[in-house]
C-alpha cells in the first residue's frame, strides 16, 4: 500500500502534470489561432515574419533570353480580375474567385491556387503567363484568405473540396475544356490532394510548386525552425485543438499519400534554397506520385520564389511538360 507521504507525492505531481498539460494545451491554442486564424494572422505573421513576400520580392528579374512579352507585370492582375465571383455548393458554401477570360474563346483553363498568407492577387505571375497563352484563368481565395468567407485556415485540406468545386463550375459551362491545376505552397498541396480524388476527364494536369508533403512534417519544421522546438508536445496541443473546433487533423493532411491515388500527370517544382517547405520534400513527392511525372529543381529559389529566381527555367519546365497534356488550340 502506499504510504501518506507517496500518496502526498503523487498528488503533488498529478498537480504538476495537469498544470504542465494544461499550459502545453494553452500554448497550442494559442499558436493555432496565431497560424490558423486568418484574422489573427495578418496581424501576427506580417509583424514577426521577414520572409520574402512573393507579392514584393524580385517581381519581374528579366534575362537576356526572356521574351520582354513575359516579363511579369506586378499590375497585370489587378487590370484584368474584374469582379469577385461567388458559386455555392452543398460542400463548400459560397467560395470566391476571380475568373479572367482568354481574350478569345478558348477551351484552356487553368485553376490557380495561392499560398498561406496569400491572396487570388498573388497568383498574377501565373495568370499572365497562362493568359498569354489562351487560357481562361480561375484563381480563387484560400480558405480563410481573401474574399473567402470563413476565418481558418486549413492548408489545402478543404481547400480540395473549393478547388475541385471550381473544377465542376468549368465543365458545366465547358464540357470540352482542358484544365491545368497549378498552386504554390499551400495551393501545391491543394491541388495534389485534389489529384488524389475522383477528377473529371477534363482535368489533363498539374503543376505543383513548391508543395509540402505532410503538413504535420511541415509544421514540424517550422516550430523546429522558427521556435527552436521540437514538434512534441506542442504540435500534438494545435492539433488537439484544430479538431476540437471542428477545423482538420493536421495528421490526415497528407498530400504524399493523395498523389500515390492521383492520375493526373504532374510536375513538381522546388527551389533549391527553400527552408520553409524543405526542398527534399520535392522528391519525397515526386518518387511517391502514381501518375506521369516530372521535377524541376530552381538553384538558389527561396520559398515561393522560383518565378521570380529563373523564369525562363521555370515555364521552360511547365510549358514542355503541358505540351503533350493541353492539346485543344489557344484559340478555340
Known amino acids: 500500500m502506499f504510504s501518506a507521504k507517496t500518496a502526498k507525492a503523487a498528488k503533488t505531481i498529478a498537480k504538476v502534470g495537469l498544470g504542465t498539460a494544461a499550459a502545453v494545451m494553452g500554448a497550442g491554442a494559442l499558436v493555432y489561432e496565431c497560424a490558423l486564424n486568418t484574422k489573427v494572422n495578418g496581424l501576427f505573421v506580417n509583424y514577426f515574419d521577414d520572409r520574402p513576400d512573393p507579392t514584393q520580392e524580385n517581381l519581374a528579374k528579366e534575362t537576356p533570353e526572356q521574351d520582354n512579352a513575359d516579363v ?39 485553376v490557380l491556387c495561392h499560398g ?58 465547358d ?16 491541388i495534389m490532394l485534389a489529384t488524389g480524388e475522383t477528377l473529371p476527364a477534363q482535368v489533363k494536369a498539374a503543376v505543383a510548386d513548391c508543395g509540402f508533403s505532410s503538413c504535420w512534417d511541415q509544421y514540424a519544421n517550422v516550430i523546429k525552425l522558427y521556435a527552436k522546438l521540437p514538434a512534441f508536445p506542442l504540435l500534438h496541443a494545435i492539433n488537439a485543438v484544430s479538431v476540437l473546433r471542428g477545423n482538420f487533423d493536421i495528421r490526415k493532411n497528407r498530400p504524399i499519400d493523395a498523389i500515390r491515388r492521383s ?13 520553409f517547405v524543405p526542398f527534399s520534400m520535392m522528391d519525397q513527392l515526386y518518387e511517391a506520385c502514381a501518375a506521369p511525372k516530372a521535377k524541376q529543381a530552381i538553384e538558389g529559389a527561396d520559398h515561393a520564389q522560383s518565378v521570380y529566381t529563373d523564369p525562363v527555367l521555370y515555364w521552360k519546365t511547365v510549358d514542355e511538360f503541358l505540351q503533350d497534356k493541353i492539346t485543344c488550340p489557344q484559340e478555340a
Open 72 to 110: 511579369f507585370d506586378p499590375n497585370w492582375f489587378d487590370a484584368h480580375k474584374g469582379e469577385d465571383q461567388v458559386i455555392t455548393t452543398d460542400v463548400t458554401g459560397p467560395i470566391h474567385a476571380y475568373i479572367i477570360p482568354a481574350q478569345a474563346p478558348s477551351h484552356r483553363w487553368a
Open 116 to 173: 498561406y498568407n496569400a491572396s487570388p492577387e498573388c497568383t498574377g505571375v501565373f495568370a499572365q503567363h497562362y493568359h498569354k497563352l489562351g487560357y481562361n484563368c480561375i484563381c480563387p481565395s484560400m480558405r480563410g484568405w481573401g474574399n473567402d468567407e470563413k476565418i481558418y485556415c486549413t492548408m489545402g485540406y478543404r481547400d480540395k473540396d473549393l478547388c475541385m468545386a471550381w473544377v465542376d463550375y468549368i465543365v458545366a459551362q
Open 175 to 190: 464540357p470540352d475544356a482542358q484544365i491545368v491545376l497549378h498552386g504554390y505552397s499551400m495551393g501545391a498541396a491543394t
Open 263 to 275: 492520375v493526373t500527370p504532374t510536375v513538381f517544382l522546388h527551389g533549391t534554397a527553400d527552408n
